[in-house]
């Protein structure tokens, strides 16, 4: 079993910044992949920001030179750093950890953008 808590999330106006932060109940050396979705009303969740099987961030091009993924092996955290936040970026962003075989989730946070 894996837990994932999520915080970070706000309201912010566009042009604003957020970095939403996950913690993990396991080593990140146990997840084959870990990352950040999001799924906005009225739309499928969507990736935004994950670490490959070989460490390696993909981002959706929507979110390319805006946010940026990292983590912290030593606090077991991943952390998703989102800046010039449009209202498109507006959705309830959720953790992901692949723990072979299964995907987590975490409870979601939400992130508005609006003037």
């Known amino acids: 079993q894996v837990q994932l808590v999520e915080s970070g999330g706000g309201s912010v106006q566009p042009g604003g910044s957020l970095t939403l932060s996950c913690a993990t109940s396991r080593s990140l050396f146990s997840f084959l992949r870990m990352g950040w979705y999001r799924q906005a009303p009225g739309k499928q969740r969507e990736p935004v920001a994950v670490?490959?099987?070989?460490?390696?961030?993909n981002y959706a091009d929507s979110v390319k030179g805006r946010f940026t993924i990292s983590r912290d092996s030593a606090k077991n955290t991943v952390s998703l750093q989102m800046i010039d936040l449009k209202p498109e970026d507006t959705a309830v962003y959720f953790c992901?950890?692949?723990?072979?075989?299964?995907?987590?989730w975490g409870q979601g946070t939400q992130v508005t953008v609006s003037s």
């Open positions: 670490f490959n099987s070989g460490g390696v961030p």
């Open positions: 992901y950890v692949h723990f072979v075989p299964v995907d987590y």
